[in-house]
Every structure is written in C-alpha cells, then in structure tokens.
Nanobody, 125 residues
C-alpha cells in the first residue's frame, strides 16, 4: 500500500521560495499520475499541479501558480517535489500530495485515491 509523507512547509515572506517534498513508500512516484493540492481554512481542496506517469512527465498547473511553481519527481529517491517561487500571501494553505491511477494526473481531487497528511505553508506580507 502506497504511503505519502509531505515535508518542507513553513513560514516565508512574500516573494520568497519553498520546496515541498512528498516521499513515497510502497509504490513508485514514476508509475502513477501524481498531484499537488492545497486547502485553505473553510474551503475545498484545490488543484495546484500534476505530473503524468512515465519518463517524460507531462506537467499541468493551476492558473494562479503558473510560472511560479514547478512540479517534478526523482524516481531514484521516490520523491515528488513542488518548487514554489515568488510566493504570495494568497498561497497560504495546507499543501497535500496525492496519487491517482489516471496516468496524466488530472485536476479533480476525487480522482486521487492516496493522500499525504499535508504540510502547512504560510506566506507573510
């Protein structure tokens, strides 16, 4: 059974950067579609980024994070990453990584069947 554990969250000033990691066990991050979502207090979990399975790793991003965030994976470390640059206060949320059997990842949270516990990102103005 696949387990996902996020890390790398924290407090950062606006304009700063963070890199989130999602360590997988019990399965390879390269053989499934993988995604990042975020959830702000009192709101639904929103799509952030996804990467397809396989060698090329086709990526997809939500409009608010395009050109600022980059999703990637290292199959040798079995870890998914989210590099976040030019952070804004509105990026403050709990960030989750997730796995789906959809080979392209996808934007629907309901398509993902395995989730990490989340990591808090707080961006101060």
């Amino acid at each position: 059974q696949v387990q996902l554990v996020e890390s790398g969250g924290g407090l950062v000033q606006a304009g700063g950067s963070l890199r989130l990691s999602c360590a997988a066990s019990g399965g390879s991050v390269g053989t499934y579609g993988m995604g990042w979502f975020r959830q702000m207090p009192g709101k639904e979990r929103d799509f952030v980024a996804a990467i397809s399975r396989g060698g090329i790793g086709i990526t997809d991003y939500a409009e608010p994070v395009k050109a600022r965030f980059t999703v990637s994976r290292d199959t040798t470390k079995n870890t998914l990453y989210l590099q976040m640059n030019s952070l804004k206060p509105e990026d403050t949320a709990v960030y989750y990584c997730a796995r789906t059997s959809n080979p392209y990842g996808g934007r629907l949270a309901s398509a993902y069947d395995t989730w990490g516990q989340g990591t808090q990102v707080t961006v101060s103005s």
